[in-house]
């Protein structure tokens, strides 16, 4: 199969797709070009419950701050429960399988009133107030659920952090957002075993920590602390909890959460999604990019503690009144076909995960889709990294039966939505490449030196030129970090325009092939991590004197950390295992497992530009094994190059 094999949608399932046809979808995309404030001022109409309508769709007076839908006011937690309540109290909102194959099947009617009495326990116990922060550190379990609609319910400000960080990095985005409660779990089963997350909140709250209270689901039951005045149990006071919290009249740019993501420098920083512009693009992806049907039931493995498990676990599925499954177990766990089971279980139509679990079942059960009934599949996607065609191949025909479109999804935790993605009615697909920007989105891959469109085959810039409704709105307390971040790097008719730290390029049909970040993010495993990060956490260690991080090509995680560490000791390393073992050590408890090294190579230096400056590429180049072809001999000490290949070639 190569890279220019094109792949028609399928005929009978395009005939009953929202969008059907590529005719339909140039018509959207006219309409939005044509009239851009006409085309999302309609969606919004048609698609959300206003409480009040908007008065303005789109205010770019102040841009790059934007807002959209002013003078609208809705809540985000109405749009995804209560208005279903009419038609739809019985429909299986959430699908909970457990670790362990537990199932637990949540209506409408009984999210309502979990997510009600969630919402008034917080409110009257905790005394949460609108705006206020929340931090979620939560399993995989429907509680996680609740807590996110119940602050959105009462106009709480919530922060998910994957329960894969430490104590560490949970401290520091407890103490940027200032929150002032966490939700956490006694913890959750994994591979039928418990594991633990209360602990690691404990850690990381000490007394000048802005949190006051602690609320705790307990899910698997063991032994927990207490700590009094502040640890409370949610089993127990759910219990008396009432059925009805009314809801908060939000407006339409009032903040809906936090999510903090990697940047190519300094700390993590708190990406702000606000309200009716978030919504009203999770909910239209879902319909369009996923095509979910009233009866469908949908399923997304990613974890809650991420950005796609915010928009297309949580708010796009339940926005649409959506059926969707959570899964708290482990998806090569007993064997490489519990994806398959799950599918076959549960009737799945639409499933979506990343590339890097995509290639790990195909390595691991490359023959188990067949020993399962996966005929009700109808849209496979993917999300989080270029897939490669091999792994494309594998889940087009084994799993899809060569009859689900692939959706390649491209997107970022900063545009809250799909971006740049096939439709599966409608979009011609070609192995590995994101097609198309979806109607309504205005992207373009630019050169930016020029901020001319790219050239077919040229790698530039991939640049979303206008505003879009459910754009990130801000870095959390650093409005000059969001301006830099985003708008710094590529203008355009004179105009800054948002760059998404990716490269991108055409091929001759118009097709944007995503190439990844050019920046120092890096991908494992679809997680997004700042090399600075690492570096920041490697620096901890005691022994290190110097290091530069960088991504190298991973047969599975897409990309694996390679460091290179300058010891402070000038008589080499008595131990290299156990000097690695204590590096990786720090790594665990500064970030988390997460950000382990897969490589770790001891330099005599790094090659520095004269005015000190690493040189990233050339780490990266020996990292991958190429041939070096900088000119290295304006560097300080040429010399350590040529040392640093012999020890990684070594
Ligand atoms: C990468 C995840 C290629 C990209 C939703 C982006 C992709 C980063 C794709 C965002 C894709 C995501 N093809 N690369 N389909 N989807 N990426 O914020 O580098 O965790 O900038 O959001 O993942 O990662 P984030």
Avoid at 246 to 272: I, N, W
Avoid at 367 to 382: F, R, W
Avoid at 400 to 416: L, N, R
């Amino acid at each position: 199969m190569s890279e220019k094999q094109i792949f028609q949608p399928n005929a009978e399932f395009a005939k009953n797709a929202n969008i059907g046809s590529m005719d339909e979808y140039n018509a959207l995309q006219n309409k939005a070009i044509e009239n851009y404030e006409g085309f999302w001022g309609d969606y919004a109409k048609e698609k959300l419950d206003w409480i009040e309508p908007f008065t303005n769709v789109l205010d770019e007076s102040k841009a790059p701050f934007v807002k959209w839908f002013d003078g609208g006011k809705l809540n985000v937690s109405t749009q995804c429960i209560d208005r279903h309540l009419d038609t739809r109290k019985n429909k299986a909102a959430i699908i909970f399988e457990g670790d362990r194959g537990d199932v637990q099947t949540i209506t409408y009617l009984d999210l309502y009133k979990n997510v009600n009495r969630f919402a008034n326990l917080l409110k009257e116990d905790f005394g949460v107030q609108k705006g206020d922060r929340v931090v979620i550190y939560m399993p995989m379990i429907p509680e996680a659920a609740y807590a996110m609609l119940a602050c959105a319910r009462i106009g709480a400000i919530h922060s998910i952090v994957f329960g894969g960080f430490s104590s560490e990095a949970l401290k520091d985005r407890i103490e940027d957002a200032e929150a002032k409660v966490v939700i956490t779990a006694d913890g959750a089963f994994r591979k039928e075993k418990p594991y633990m997350l209360k602990p690691v909140v404990d850690a990381a709250i000490d007394d000048n920590s802005p949190v006051k209270k602690v609320l705790v689901v307990e899910r698997n039951h063991e032994e927990v602390t207490w700590n009094k005045g502040r640890d409370y149990s949610y089993n127990e006071l759910i219990k008396n909890k009432s059925t009805h919290c009314e809801a908060e009249v939000m407006d339409s740019e009032d903040p809906l959460f936090l999510l903090y993501t990697s940047g190519s420098t300094g700390k993590p920083k708190g990406v702000q999604h606000n309200s009716a512009g978030y919504i009203l693009w999770a909910q239209m992806t879902m319909e369009w990019v996923f095509d979910v049907k009233e009866n469908d039931t949908y399923w997304c493995t990613a974890d809650v503690g991420w950005i796609t498990g915010h928009t297309y676990i949580v708010y796009g599925p339940l926005a649409m009144g959506a059926t969707t499954v959570m899964f708290e177990g482990v998806i090569t766990y007993p064997d490489a076909g519990r994806p398959w089971s799950m599918v076959e279980n549960h009737r799945i139509n639409q499933f979506y995960t990343a590339p890097t679990a995509i290639r790990v079942l195909h390595k691991m059960g490359e023959n188990e889709p067949k020993k399962y009934d996966l005929s009700s599949l109808k849209v496979l996607g993917t999300v989080g990294e270029p897939i490669d065609p091999p792994a494309w191949k594998w889940y087009y025909e084994e799993v899809g039966g060569s009859k689900c479109a692939i959706v390649d999804t491209y997107w970022q935790t900063e545009t809250g939505g799909h971006i740049i993605s096939p439709l599966p009615g409608a979009t011609p697909i070609k192995p590995a490449c994101a097609t198309l920007p979806l109607p309504g989105i205005i992207a373009e891959i630019l050169d930016p030196a020029t901020g001319e469109k790219a050239e077919v085959g040229e790698t530039g810039y991939m640049c979303i030129t206008r505003p879009w409704p459910s754009q990130i709105r801000g870095v959390w307390g650093d409005e000059e970090r969001y301006v830099k971040s985003y708008y710094g790097d590529v203008t355009k008719d004179g105009k800054a325009v948002y760059f998404t730290g990716d490269g991108a390029r055409y091929d001759e049909d118009g097709y944007i092939t995503i190439t990844g970040r050019t920046d120092d993010v890096i991908n494992v495993s679809g997680h997004r991590m700042g090399t600075a990060e690492v570096e920041a956490a490697i620096k901890k260690h005691a022994n290190v004197a110097e290091v530069a991080v960088v991504g190298k090509p991973h047969e599975l995680k897409g990309e694996g950390i390679f460091a290179y560490i300058v010891l402070k000791s000038d008589d080499g390393v008595a131990d290299e295992v156990a000097e690695m073992k204590a590096i990786n050590s720090v790594i665990k408890k500064e970030i988390g497992n997460i950000a382990v090294c897969d490589d770790i190579v001891f330099a005599p230096g790094l090659p520095k530009t004269r005015s000190g400056k690493i040189m990233r590429r050339i780490l990266r180049s020996i990292a991958k094994g190429e041939a070096i072809t900088q000119d290295i001999s304006t560097l300080e000490d040429p010399s350590v190059v040529a040392k640093i290949e012999a020890m990684v070639k070594g």
